[in-house]
């Protein structure tokens, strides 16, 4: 089959800061893991085990005052997911915070025996049937490049979009997407009024090796958060899993 391309204009930026206040109608927090207990599960969230007897390798930390998310996963591939509505349209931008601590050794996400990810979030859509949701799924990959995107062969398999690239550097990022840019880039199509929820996965059981990041501040807005520098950045769909991986972009 023939890759398809085409532009779309994200959002990203670094820093070590947490997000402006911002009046509460500008925005709706999804979650910013500050209830539940420390070296706890965040409330609200539940565990998608794909091993059996896997415990969730997450746990709330708190650093300078600040609670996150911290994931450490060795193989358990665990997955949390929590259903969360809200009015895609009245808030078209996506915003959330990683801190990568280890990249997956030989991950290549394009494929299932190695697709393994240091982060990735989940943004899920209207059911296919009534049992199937689409999904999004944002990752931060050690070896294809950021503005990648693709979708592996399977019932029920996400579009892959990599949000960044690279070599853990310890600090924290932001990144912002236009979701119903995104969809339509990648599944051709409205996404429709009502996400269903929202996932967090750091896996490397197909690596055997270790995949570690740190989350939070997931939150949509209406406009932009002015945290954000506008940069030019191309996210290139293709129906092909063996697709190249565009030119690395410069942050």
Do not use: C
């Not at 059911?127 to 979708?151: D, M």
């Not at 339509?184 to 059981?205: C, M, Q, V, Y």
């Amino acid at each position: 089959m023939k890759a398809s391309s085409a532009g779309l204009r994200f959002l990203f930026a670094s820093s070590v800061l947490a997000l402006s206040p911002e009046p509460a109608a500008e925005r709706i927090v999804l979650e910013d893991f500050e209830k539940g207990p420390l070296d706890g599960l965040p409330p609200g969230w539940k565990a998608r085990r794909y091993g059996e007897g896997a415990q969730p390798p997450y746990r709330i930390q708190e650093e300078h005052g600040n609670r996150f998310l911290r994931a450490e996963d060795r193989g358990e591939n665990v997955m949390l997911y929590k259903e969360v509505r809200w009015s895609a349209r009245e808030y078209p931008y996506l915003s959330f915070r990683w801190r990568i601590r280890a990249v997956p050794e030989g991950a290549d996400e394009r494929f299932e025996e190695k697709a393994d990810s240091a982060a990735g979030l989940y943004l899920s859509y209207r059911r296919k049937l009534g049992i199937v949701p689409e999904s999004v799924k944002f990752v931060w990959s050690g070896s294809l490049a950021a503005g990648s995107a693709f979708r592996r062969p399977g019932i029920g398999m996400p579009w892959t979009v990599v949000a960044g690239s690279g070599a853990p550097d310890g600090s924290w990022r932001t990144f912002v997407f236009r979701t119903e840019d995104v969809y339509r880039e990648t599944f051709g199509k409205d996404p429709g009024d009502r996400p269903l929820g929202i996932g967090i996965l750091s896996d490397a059981n197909s690596t055997g090796s270790l995949a570690a990041a740190d989350y939070d501040d997931i939150t949509v807005y209406r406009t932009p958060p002015s945290t954000v520098d506008e940069i030019r950045e191309i996210l290139r769909p293709s129906r092909q899993p063996d697709v190249r991986a565009v030119q690395d972009s410069t942050y």
